[in-house]
């Protein structure tokens, strides 16, 4: 028993923390394709979408619907009829009632739609919704696509930031050792030593925050990945391995090719096919319609009765309708929809130039973000060969330690522009890719 309880306590902390593992920045972005709680509802958008086109074509098709009823006609009409009639005499008059207490009809009607013009553009209009939903999922997905891009690179480069900053404090707590040697063999002022030390302890805070920063942004990653929080995610690629890969890409797209602009066209096309489904509302309808039925009539309740006598009805005909005033609801719904299409041809503009801006932007950007990249890796290389010879001169007792600050200073300085300038380079680069494949 006692072991049985010790696996259990063993089993127990495996089964309720989970560990996810990302080698790539593609496995990282089909993880949050599959798992993301807003695609998932974008895809049950469509599926909604579906639904609704399937609705349209059935005014198309014939509706049949069962029926039946059973009356008892508590108080029936009685209408005064001269009595000579029926065999009474003349100047009197009898009474005579019409129906029966008791009446009971079942049967079938079917209809179908002849001539309806608004049904066939209510098909239009949904068949453009449906491709519209599509083009909305794929804006979702690109959407977050380059979420999980910044996301992930962010965390892969405060995670290089860490690496950075614990050997400048590892280069600081030996400079830190020189310094109070110096100072017990009196070769140097308080004052200096308190220099060296608070360095130290500047270079210990810029590591916590680098480390304060990778936990964010794995936070960020697993949320747009759908991963509990309290489970782990392990990002196994570095940064030499993914600049090793990269190779400066040119965008290939242009912005008709974005999927919220082909969304917001085909939302476009869609309102002027409501609009035209509310103007043809105003011709007449024609349907087909049949209807069989079967009565029963008595004063007793004997519907059920296998000797109750049925009656049989049958008919079949055309049906002509034409709505000449509905209160002036088919004006406003015209009113409307025509309003509905301005604002989205409207919005379709907007975008449209909004966006050639974007991806021109992002094509300056990247530009800027490769050239800065080139020149930044080698700057950030000199200074942190400086750096070192600096900590070696100063500890020779060479360099003082406002020289040393000097170079100390323009290393930090340098590691920022260069981490920068990397996160730029790599975020514009996978996004210009991503896009690329929109073609």
Do not use: C
Not at 125 to 143: I, K, M, T, V
Not at 240 to 258: F, R
């Amino acid at each position: 028993m006692r072991k049985l309880s010790l696996l259990i306590i063993l089993l127990v902390p495996l089964a309720a923390f989970a560990q996810v593992e990302f080698k790539t920045l593609d496995e990282a972005i089909a993880h949050a394709k599959s798992n993301n709680a807003t695609l998932k509802a974008e895809n049950i958008n469509q599926q909604i979408n579906d639904q609704r086109l399937k609705s349209a074509w059935s005014a198309l098709l014939p509706s049949v619907r069962a029926f039946g009823t059973l009356d008892n006609n508590i108080s029936l009409p009685v209408q005064l009829v001269p009595a000579e009639f029926l065999g009474g005499a003349e100047g009197e008059f009898a009474k005579v009632q019409f129906g029966t207490q008791f009446a009971s009809t079942y049967g079938l009607e079917a209809n179908l739609a002849l001539v309806n013009a608004s049904n066939w553009k209510n098909i239009k209009a949904n068949s453009l919704g449906q491709e519209a939903s599509r083009y909305q999922f794929q804006d979702r997905a690109l959407s977050l696509t380059e979420q999980v891009i910044t996301a992930y690179y962010f965390a892969l480069l405060s995670r290089e930031s860490i690496i950075l900053n614990e050997e400048l404090l590892n280069a600081a707590d030996s400079l830190l050792s020189a310094a109070a040697t110096r100072l017990d063999n009196g070769m140097i002022e308080p004052l200096e030593f308190n220099r060296v030390k608070a360095l130290f302890l500047e270079t210990e805070t810029q590591l916590k925050e680098s480390e304060g920063a990778y936990q964010r942004n794995v936070s960020a990653l697993k949320a747009l990945a759908n991963i509990a929080e309290k489970d782990s995610l392990i990002l196994t690629e570095s940064i030499a391995q993914t600049l090793g890969k990269q190779t400066p890409s040119s965008l290939s797209i242009s912005n008709t090719s974005l999927p919220r602009y082909r969304m917001l066209s085909t939302r476009q096309q869609q309102s002027v096919e409501e609009l035209k489904r509310q103007q043809m509302r105003i011709f007449p309808e024609l349907s087909l319609y049949g209807r069989y039925t079967r009565q029963a009539f008595n004063n007793d309740f004997e519907i059920f009765s296998s000797n109750q006598a049925w009656f049989d009805v049958g008919v079949i005909g055309l049906r002509a309708e034409w709505n000449l005033f509905s209160g002036f609801s088919r004006q406003s719904s015209l009113r409307t929809a025509s309003l509905q299409a301005q604002s989205a041809q409207y919005e379709l503009e907007n975008y449209a130039r909004q966006s050639e801006k974007e991806l021109e932007e992002l094509q300056i950007n990247h530009r800027v973000a490769a050239d800065g990249l080139q020149k930044f890796t080698e700057h950030f290389q000199l200074n942190s060969m400086n750096h070192r010879i600096a900590g070696d001169k100063y500890t020779e007792g060479v360099y003082t330690i406002d020289q040393y600050v000097t170079i100390y200073q323009e290393r930090v300085r340098s590691q920022n522009q260069y981490l920068s300038k990397l996160a730029n380079f790599l975020i514009y680069e996978s996004m210009i890719q991503s896009r690329n494949l929109l073609k």
